[in-house]
């Protein structure tokens, strides 16, 4: 067998994005030594990405007759457990909307650069679901404020960066995570982590659907490593489809239009030139009387937001996602299947400033200029509400030794994600993850590290290359990708899914006889094939738990259970964990929310 | 759709050379575009960087056509000839195809300690107005593509990386000294180890920067005048020195251990 490196850490903190670099700083400060991994370069994880804002009840904002607009940490809570369906965590958002302004406020200590309001505040901008203005932002750039702010104080505390590793799998001591195995994409050369506690911050996985606003980075790997390891996944079914993904021209399919759009202003319109959020029938019966249901007085709420109710483009993006896609289906939709959004009655001067990178997209590559002509828009994958089910206080998962934060965790959003709630996720827990990995790993020893489970990993990620007339693994993902857009996306049944789930073990099958040309060294099409075997176990167990679901609520859409079923599935988390080689599903009763809390949900709602 | 060819530079650290590609063209494709359908349909071992696919994450740097650029960025449908030819940043050294080692601009980054707020500001909510901040907001657009290290001729052709940060660095420090919170003196490290003096402001740097930073004008010009007027300024000293002008109260910088973060991409690197 080949020699390989071996690096020892107290804490080993796999990704390097908001959640990742945000542990690295805890489990300093707590006087660990520290490691962290990721796949591509420093910075350049999904978390740069984000453009909107991060959402903390600061209550900077302002109404027209000066006072403040009564933001706090209730509201905050009750309109996350509201996106979400009541699916949430009541004690993750509990914790989540009480520590976020904390954590905001502390990254312009570090650095970032926000924003400010006339009284010298950071500014906040509205966005859906979220009752107030609530979002901290720094134009449509925010999420490269937060990583590059993060990641130079990370860079300050001390940490061992091994960049452009992929890791493929922890590695156990008995019940225990002690480390973790992977490559260097570089020269494909293996490597060895062995560490008293893990922090897994992987991200999200977007990549098994067609259109997508996730990179390369997004096939749910630190998932399945986790689910391999023993941990339990929760809400896997829950995927959000963000309401506004780039349509035309087809290169940029799926790449994001930010909510920030419609936060200043902008208003969505069918081919009918109707602004078709206005339709009733589209409002859900939690929001029904809080929002505006003229378009005169949408506009009027532009500039006075306490004497108007916002308009129904800023509901939750589940609604949102739905209604266009209700749209499109209709016929009413532009010649490219999509529907119009536009912020050009903002003005030149406005949209640049406010969103100068959504000018300088469409203006490069889809030869738009916003200013004057309208987007064309259709819902993309965009983020995954499920994932590893993580304890509330420290992070821990069901793996001693293995802690998980950012979107690659489960708990805070529920059946569906408020715009702005994950940067602040990945601060607030990626925190508390990197503390909770400190204090474990500082009553620990280090583990034995397996070599038998070195090999069996080794043995997958070198068949590929050993096999010779095997099926390529770019075509395996073409289809994963085609079944999962047509028949688990935003609209599913019962046949389309059952269908999905029998391409998907065909596909399975196949991915055991891959072949790829070339060496180790910087290989993609060798990296794209261990990625794929994660890719099509995660969407087997998407779409074994969208079946079970037999109900419509947040980004689940059952046409053939179109109701939501309080009674029943309200009460319900879906948890899948490995049996042997099988998924296994079962349900979970939601833990009880205590009374303060039902109470302020009663008063806030 | 109409054919194209992309040109594409093939090779690692040891030999290479540019392999054509025919390409299909779609509506509002871009080099990144045309590179992952080679990928797909041609040649899987192809390697390129990419993460965002929009221009907000700096991964897909090279040179098109000669030219420092973002691939997601640049459309194919820009050149009449239909042939383009892609390589990689050529101010760092080589690894694969388009693929480079930029793990020195992290070295240089890690030298320069984070904002350090002066002691009465530490643990509030900072007050600022939006006119304080846009400067620095300027500055902070980077996403480190490092296309403008890769055309400074102090780094490509004199590869004086031991003297200078390089441009990058340069909007990084500038963020830093003009932050209206910052507590510490920048302006040795400045002068010493990141070499603001190394740059002859040609400007080459602001003319790639897909951010449109005006890094020479706004970040080096400024930082060389502060620089200047710390060291140079007789006049100035003087008037300091009799106490006309107050002396800068920030505290000196206390500079980063060289070792306390590390950036570790595999190394040694295997020799062929
Ligand atoms: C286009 C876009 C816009 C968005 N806008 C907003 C917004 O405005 N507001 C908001 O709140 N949220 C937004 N989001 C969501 C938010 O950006 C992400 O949910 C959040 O950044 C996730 O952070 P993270 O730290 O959990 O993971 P990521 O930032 O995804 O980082 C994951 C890290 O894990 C590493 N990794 C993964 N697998 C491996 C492996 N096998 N081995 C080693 N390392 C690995 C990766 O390299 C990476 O470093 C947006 C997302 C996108 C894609
Ligand atoms: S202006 Fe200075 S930093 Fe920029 S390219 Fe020229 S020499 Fe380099
Ligand atoms: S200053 Fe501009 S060119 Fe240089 S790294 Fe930053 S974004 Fe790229
Ligand atoms: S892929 Fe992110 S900048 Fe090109």
Not at chain 1, 185 to 198: H, M, N, P, Y
Not at chain 1, 475 to 503: D, P, S, V, W, Y
Not at chain 2, 147 to 155: A, R
């Amino acid at each position: 067998m080949e020699n390989y490196e071996t690096y020892e850490y107290d804490v080993l903190i796999i990704g390097a994005g908001g959640a990742g670099l945000r542990a690295v700083i805890a489990a300093r400060e707590a006087g660990c030594s520290v490691g962290v991994v990721c796949k591509s370069l420093l910075g350049k994880a999904h978390t740069v990405m984000a453009e909107g804002g991060v959402a903390a009840a600061l209550n900077n904002m302002t109404s027209p007759d000066g006072q403040k607009e009564g933001d706090s940490w209730k509201v905050h809570f009750t309109d996350t457990m509201k996106g979400g369906g009541f699916l949430n965590n009541w004690r993750t958002v509990e914790i989540f909307a009480k520590e976020a302004p904390e954590r905001v406020l502390e990254l312009e200590q570090y650095g970032a650069v926000f924003d400010r309001t006339p009284l010298g505040d950071i500014a906040q901008r509205p966005f859906g679901g979220h009752k107030y203005r609530r979002l901290n932002h720094v134009g449509d750039r925010t999420g490269l404020e937060l990583i590059r702010t993060l990641q130079d104080k990370a860079v300050g505390v001390g940490m061992n960066v091994h960049m452009e590793v992929t890791l493929c799998r922890l590695l156990k001591d008995g019940d225990r995570v002690v480390g973790a195995f992977g490559y260097y994409r570089e020269t494909g050369k293996f490597v060895v982590f062995r560490a008293k506690a893990v922090v897994l911050a992987t991200g999200g996985w977007g990549r098994m659907y067609k259109f997508t606003s996730n990179s390369w980075e997004g096939t749910g790997d630190g998932l399945q490593m986790a689910y391999e390891a023993g941990a339990d996944l929760m809400d896997m079914e829950m995927i959000q489809f963000h309401p506004t993904g780039m349509a035309w021209p087809p290169g940029m399919r799926g790449i994001l239009v930010t909510e920030g759009v419609r936060g200043e202003g902008g208003i969505l319109l069918n081919n009918k030139n109707e602004r078709f959020m206005f339709n009733p029938e589209y409002t859900p019966a939690l929001y029904k009387g809080q929002f505006a249901e003229t378009p005169e007085e949408g506009d009027r709420w532009l500039t006075d937001k306490k004497n108007n109710r916002r308009p129904p483009e800023l509901l939750t993006r589940d609604v949102v996602a739905r209604a266009i896609y209700r749209e499109v289906e209709a016929g009413r939709g532009t010649e490219h299947k999509a529907v119009e959004l536009t912020v050009s009655h903002r003005g030149e001067d406005y949209i640049k400033r406010k969103l100068p990178s959504m000018y300088e997209q469409f203006h490069a590559l889809g030869d738009v200029d916003i200013t004057k002509q309208p987007m064309e828009v259709y819902p993309t994958i965009h983020y995954t509400m499920g994932g590893v089910w993580a304890e509330p206080e420290t992070c821990s998962t069901t793996v001693p030794g293995l802690f998980a934060a950012g979107e690659v965790a489960a708990g805070l959003h529920g059946a569906n994600r408020l715009g702005g709630n994950s940067l602040s996720d990945i601060i607030v827990f990626g925190r508390r993850a990197g503390a909770g990995a400190a204090a474990y790993a500082k009553q620990a020893t280090a583990g034995a590290i397996d070599p038998a489970q070195i090999e069996s990993e080794i043995e997958i990620l070198m068949s590929p290359l050993e096999t010779k007339g095997g099926e390529n693994p770019y075509k395996i993902h073409q289809e994963l990708q085609e079944i999962m857009q047509t028949n688990a996306m935003i609209a599913r049944t019962e046949k389309g899914l059952q269908e999905a789930l029998a391409k998907i073990l065909e596909l399975q099958g196949r991915a055991k006889h891959m072949s790829v040309p070339g060496d180790r060294e910087f290989n993609p099409g060798w990296h794209a094939a261990r990625d794929l075997r994660f890719m099509l176990r995660t969407s087997e167990v998407i779409v074994l738990c969208a079946i079970e679901r037999k109900e419509s609520r947040g980004a689940q859409w059952r046409l053939d259970y179109a109701e939501k079923d309080d009674a029943f599935w309200g009460k319900r988390n879906l948890i899948a964990s490995l049996q042997g080689d099988a998924v296994r599903i079962t349900q979970r009763p939601l833990p009880e929310m205590p009374e303060e809390l039902k109470q302020v949900v009663e008063e806030y709602k | 759709m109409e054919k194209i060819t992309l040109r594409v530079f093939r090779g690692d650290n040891v030999s290479g050379g540019l392999v054509d590609y025919p390409v299909e063209t779609f509506p509002g494709m871009v080099v990144l575009d045309a590179i992952h359908q080679i990928q797909a349909e041609q040649d899987s071992t192809l390697a390129c960087r990419w993460n965002c696919k929009a221009a907000k994450c700096g991964s897909c740097s090279a040179e098109v056509d000669g030219k420092p650029a973002l691939m997601c960025k640049t459309r194919v449908d820009q050149y009449p000839t239909g042939t383009i030819a892609v390589g990689p940043m050529r101010a760092f050294p080589h690894i694969k195809d388009l693929i480079t080692d930029v793990s020195w601009n992290y070295r240089m980054s890690a030298k320069i300690p984070p904002l350090t707020p002066r002691p009465e500001n530490e643990g509030k909510p900072f007050k600022l107005q939006q006119a304080d901040v846009d400067r620095v907001q300027e500055f902070r657009k980077c996403i480190e593509c490092f296309l403008c290290q890769d055309v400074c001729h102090v780094l490509r052709e004199h590869d004086r990386k031991d003297a200078f940060f390089g441009p990058r660095q340069m909007v990084r420090i500038a963020a830093l000294e003009m932050h209206p919170m910052d507590s510490l003196n920048r302006r040795e490290q400045l002068k010493g180890e990141a070499g603001v003096g190394m740059c002859n402001i040609t400007k080459c740097c602001t003319e790639v920067c897909p951010e449109h930073i005006h890094i020479t004008d706004n970040a080096i010009i400024p930082l060389k005048e502060r620089v200047a007027d710390d060291y140079y300024d007789p006049i100035r000293g003087l008037l300091t020195k009799i106490g006309i002008i107050k002396r800068d109260t920030k505290a000196p910088l206390s500079s980063v251990p060289n070792d306390l973060t590390k950036i570790i991409v595999h190394e040694p690197r295997p020799v062929k």
